[in-house]
Each structure stands twice: as structure tokens, then as C-alpha cells.
């Protein structure tokens, strides 16, 4: 299976792109190892300037059996990719998408194709630098931007601050979304409940060492929709805080 984003299909038959194995051979060629590897490219386009993408292969030996009749990561992460544009989330532009199977149906080998956000880092950088600039820009930004997710039936399952960049070339800074292979939506109401607390508590996991107290309460505030810290929102905090302690808790120091 492989899918060319139209916008790009030319380019990619000007350079002899034209199945899944000669993709595979120009981005790994023989260096795949098994697992996932990441790679940025500069890929030469003909007339134009060259494209700055980053290259994701997911590889198995032996074929697996865990994606029989189901989509890969890499597949799930290019659909994903349309969900937060329906919902105007700025995210990564997916170029194209492989799966690779045996006869049996088990999966070979997958990736993922997607354009580099020009001068971009990720929110963990940025978070880092304990800098007031642009901070309650971005904490609104990622809080209007998960409640959205949420409120649409749709859960993330790897929302860390990894997982996000921040560009500044503009007056204020500006949230993506990045490396999603893993959301979904979810339509039972314990399994929206559960999957709900992962994400933030996901979000807070980093934020609990590189943001103050006040930052995660008017995030969670402000996720909430609320002007003022409601009791509902106080349980949510509460609720976050007992999903860390129970999911993580070799790291787990305590709400500070």
C-alpha cells in the first residue's frame, strides 16, 4: 500500500518515486535495522528548491502478527494527521504514507513521509529555557487545542512535551502537533474518562518540573473553558495527579 499526498505526486515521479520499494531503497536503502528510525532528508525536487522532510520507517523482523488486519503506526499517524486539520490544529504535513506485508498479511515494514516545520523545536525546549516570553501564549494555545481533541471523541495517547513544537517567526508563538501514530477516538464513556486523564497527565508529567504550580492550574483552568477554578476543574487536577502517581511512579515527587 502506498499513498502520495497529490500536492507532491509529480515530484515524486520526476524522481522515480513511484512504488513503495523504490521510497524504502532511496530514504534507507540497506541500512534499516529493525525497530523505528528517523531521518530528515533534503529532498531534491526538480526546479525547485529542495524539500526539508523527515523520513520514518517502522521495521519488522520477523513480520508482525500485532498488525494483522489493522492499520500500522505509520498509517494511523497520517490519518491523524486530517483529524487535527479538521479540527484547525496546526500539525505536520503528511507527504506520504507505505505499508509493506508478507501473504499472510503480517507487517513487513511501514513509514511515513511528512515536512519538516521550518525552524521549529519542541515545547520540551522550550519549557526548558524558563523563559516568560510567549509561555501563557502557548499554554492557551495547547490548552484550547487538547479540550478540542477531547470534546471531539479523539485521544492522543502520546501528548508529551516532546510531541509538540513551537515556532516564534511571528508576533507570538505557535503550537504543532507532531508524531501521532498512536491516537484514536474513543466512544465508550470509561475509555473517554481513562484516555482523557493519560493525555494530561502526559502534559504534566514534564510540565510538573519545568512549570510552576500556577501555570498547571490555569492550564487545567483553562482546559476546562473556566474563568475562575471551579470544583470540577480542582477534581480534574486531582484526578491528573493520582493517574501520574499511578502510572509513574518511579518519578513520582508529589504534587509541588
Same mark, same amino acid.
Request: charged share 25%; proline share 6%.
Given at each position: 500500500?502506498?499513498?502520495?499526498?497529490?500536492?507532491?505526486?509529480?515530484?515524486?515521479?520526476?524522481?522515480?518515486?513511484?512504488?513503495?520499494?523504490?521510497?524504502?531503497?532511496?530514504?534507507?536503502?540497506?541500512?534499516?535495522?529493525?525497530?523505528?528510525?528517523?531521518?530528515?532528508?533534503?529532498?531534491?525536487?526538480?526546479?525547485?528548491?529542495?524539500?526539508?522532510?523527515?523520513?520514518?520507517?517502522?521495521?519488522?523482523?520477523?513480520?508482525?502478527?500485532?498488525?494483522?488486519?489493522?492499520?500500522?503506526?505509520?498509517?494511523?499517524?497520517?490519518?491523524?494527521?486530517?483529524?487535527?486539520?479538521?479540527?484547525?490544529?496546526?500539525?505536520?504535513?503528511?507527504?506520504?504514507?507505505?505499508?509493506?506485508?508478507?501473504?499472510?498479511?503480517?507487517?513487513? &515494514?511501514?513509514?511515513? $513521509?511528512?515536512?519538516?516545520?521550518? @525552524?521549529? *523545536?519542541?515545547?520540551?525546549?522550550?519549557? %526548558?529555557?524558563?523563559? +516568560?516570553?510567549?509561555?501563557?501564549?502557548?499554554?492557551?494555545?495547547?490548552?484550547?487545542?487538547?479540550?478540542?481533541?477531547?470534546?471531539?471523541?479523539?485521544?492522543?495517547?502520546?501528548?508529551?512535551?516532546?510531541?509538540?513544537?513551537?515556532?516564534?517567526?511571528?508576533?507570538?508563538?505557535?503550537?504543532?502537533?507532531?508524531?501521532?501514530?498512536?491516537?484514536?477516538?474513543?466512544?465508550?464513556?470509561?475509555?473517554?474518562?481513562?484516555?482523557?486523564?493519560?493525555?494530561?497527565?502526559?502534559?504534566?508529567?514534564?510540565?510538573?518540573?519545568?512549570?510552576?504550580?500556577?501555570? &498547571?492550574?490555569?492550564? $487545567?483552568?483553562?482546559?476546562?473553558? @473556566?474563568? *475562575?477554578?471551579?470544583?470540577?476543574?480542582? %477534581?480534574?487536577?486531582? +484526578?491528573?495527579?493520582?493517574?501520574?502517581?499511578?502510572?509513574?511512579?518511579?518519578?513520582?515527587?508529589?504534587?509541588?
Amino acid at each position: 500500500m502506498l499513498r502520495i499526498a497529490p500536492a507532491y505526486r509529480s515530484s515524486f515521479e520526476q524522481l522515480g518515486l513511484t512504488s513503495l520499494e523504490s521510497i524504502v531503497a532511496f530514504f534507507a536503502g540497506n541500512s534499516a535495522g529493525r525497530g523505528v528510525s528517523v531521518r530528515p532528508f533534503q529532498l531534491p525536487i526538480p526546479g525547485q528548491p529542495p524539500l526539508s522532510i523527515f523520513y520514518k520507517q517502522y521495521e519488522y523482523r520477523p513480520a508482525a502478527w500485532s498488525f494483522w488486519g489493522r492499520a500500522s503506526k505509520a498509517r494511523c499517524e497520517y490519518e491523524n494527521y486530517a483529524v487535527f486539520r479538521s479540527l484547525n490544529i496546526p500539525c505536520a504535513e503528511p507527504v506520504a504514507i507505505g505499508e509493506q506485508r508478507d501473504g499472510l498479511g503480517r507487517l513487513r &515494514r511501514a513509514f511515513i $513521509i511528512t515536512r519538516a516545520i521550518p @525552524e521549529a *523545536r519542541t515545547l520540551l525546549d522550550f519549557a %526548558r529555557q524558563k523563559t +516568560d516570553s510567549g509561555r501563557a501564549v502557548l499554554r492557551q494555545q495547547l490548552a484550547a487545542f487538547t479540550r478540542r481533541i477531547h470534546q471531539a471523541g479523539f485521544f492522543h495517547h502520546d501528548l508529551y512535551l516532546r510531541n509538540l513544537l513551537v515556532t516564534t517567526e511571528s508576533a507570538e508563538p505557535k503550537l504543532w502537533w507532531i508524531d501521532c501514530p498512536r491516537g484514536s477516538f474513543a466512544h465508550w464513556l470509561p475509555w473517554r474518562r481513562r484516555r482523557r486523564l493519560k493525555d494530561l497527565a502526559c502534559l504534566d508529567k514534564a510540565a510538573s518540573q519545568l512549570c510552576s504550580k500556577a501555570e &498547571r492550574v490555569a492550564f $487545567i483552568r483553562e482546559y476546562a473553558g @473556566e474563568r *475562575r477554578l471551579s470544583a470540577t476543574a480542582k %477534581r480534574l487536577i486531582q +484526578d491528573v495527579q493520582a493517574y501520574r502517581r499511578m502510572r509513574w511512579p518511579e518519578d513520582w515527587r508529589g504534587p509541588p
